[in-house]
């Protein structure tokens, strides 16, 4: 069941934006909209900029509005000919309150101090405080303004009026479309509808699920499967996770417990080739069709499909990748051990 946000949700949705913009009709009744980076502090929502237009909001009721495509569903996804299905599945929200400048330096500052972190989160700057000289020019010419937001309205639209079956349709065509974002847009949509089946396409053998894409958690448990893998020797798990977090296609296989069994990953210039590393099974679940079935769907991933050539190397498993029609091509130059590199050659045309 999808609900709208609450206030909570809609508070952290809007401060989590790249951007949000800001609307409100200033005291010489000419409407403003402007587009603004925005942040938390202690429960309001900041923003920073020169005093220009917005400076006729101050004091005036303002509206804050954010949004988030999940995914621009073609007419085609639901009818053969008619174009009106078209639709757009997003979550948008606003609040609303008075938009008050900040004349205190040090409230300015930690104002500032929440939208650098916010928007510069790998630092690399000297701490923001009202105090220190290499920030009193810039605090004292900044406009800082908070809104502390005394309604809210939000918008979810993710299929919450279709049947499950419908839903499912709408996961499994996002697979075949396979645009950027469209297997995010999967996994969004099926935490939404915990009732849809699961797409075809990503059902595993002994009813394992197999999920399309990774995120720090499963990257730090794709890590830990990947513990003592003879290519991965002195490689400490946080980088081997990293490496799995920039894969450009990753696959892996839950069990009914949730968790993560079997992974593999792929770099991909999704045109000319694509590469396949860190394919593992968990001891338990080796031998009962798992591995084939991690491969055979990163090989139809969307960052994968469309390469014309998926290259790999292995040590011992060659006969594995044999089956998909990978070929031996010799010696993988600059391996550790005796690995050999396989080719899997496909027609352009695809
Ligand atoms: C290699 C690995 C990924 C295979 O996964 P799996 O789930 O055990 O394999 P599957 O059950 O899907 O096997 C499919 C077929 O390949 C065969 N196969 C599996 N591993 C093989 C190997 N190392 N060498 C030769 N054939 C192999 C199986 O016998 C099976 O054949 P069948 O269909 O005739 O019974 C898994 O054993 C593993 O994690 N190994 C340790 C890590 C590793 O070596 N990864 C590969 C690095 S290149």
């Given at each position: 069941m999808i609900h709208p946000l609450t206030d909570a949700d809609a508070l952290r949705f809007l401060a989590e934006r790249s951007v949000v913009h800001l609307a409100g009709v200033g005291a010489d009744g000419v409407a403003v909209m402007r587009p603004l980076h925005t942040a938390l502090l202690d429960g309001d929502l900041v923003f920073h900029g020169a005093?220009?237009?917005?400076?006729?909001?101050?004091?005036q009721t303002v509206s804050v509005a954010g949004h988030e495509v999940v995914a621009n569903l073609p007419s085609w996804f639901f009818h053969?000919?008619?174009?009106?299905?078209a639709t757009t599945w997003y979550v948008a929200a606003e609040a609303r309150g008075v938009l008050r400048p900040v004349e205190a330096l040090a409230e300015k500052a930690r104002a500032l101090a929440a939208l650098t972190a916010r928007h510069q989160p790998e630092g690399g700057y000297a701490p923001i405080t009202g105090d220190d000289p290499r920030y009193r020019a810039a605090l004292e010419r900044l406009a800082v303004w908070r809104l502390t937001p005394t309604t809210y309205r939000s918008r979810v639209k993710?299929?919450?009026?279709?049947p499950a079956a419908r839903v499912a349709d709408v996961m499994h065509n996002l697979w075949r479309r396979g645009d950027p974002g469209d297997v995010e847009a999967i996994k969004r949509i099926h935490a939404a509808h915990a009732d849809a089946p699961w797409p075809e396409a990503l059902r595993g053998p002994h009813g394992l699920r197999l999920l399309p894409a990774v995120d720090a958690p499963r990257a730090a448990e794709a890590a830990r499967l990947l513990e003592g893998a003879y290519w991965l020797r002195g490689q400490p798990p946080d980088r081997v996770a990293a490496a799995q977090r920039s894969a450009t296609a990753w696959v892996g296989a839950v069990d009914a417990a949730g968790a993560l069994v079997a992974c593999a990953r792929a770099l991909s210039d999704r045109v000319r080739v694509a590469w396949i590393y860190d394919v593992v099974v968990a001891p338990s679940w080796r031998g009962r069709g798992v591995g084939a079935a991690v491969v055979r769907t990163l090989l139809d991933h969307p960052a994968v499909r469309s390469a014309s050539a998926v290259r790999l190397g292995t040590v011992d498993a060659a006969p594995f990748y044999e089956r998909f029609g990978f070929e031996a091509l010799g010696r993988l130059p600059g391996s550790v051990g005796p690995a050999v590199e396989m080719r899997l050659s496909r027609s352009l045309e695809r």
């Open positions: 005093d220009g237009a917005k400076g006729s909001l101050a004091g053969p000919t008619r174009a009106c299905p993710l299929g919450q009026h279709l």
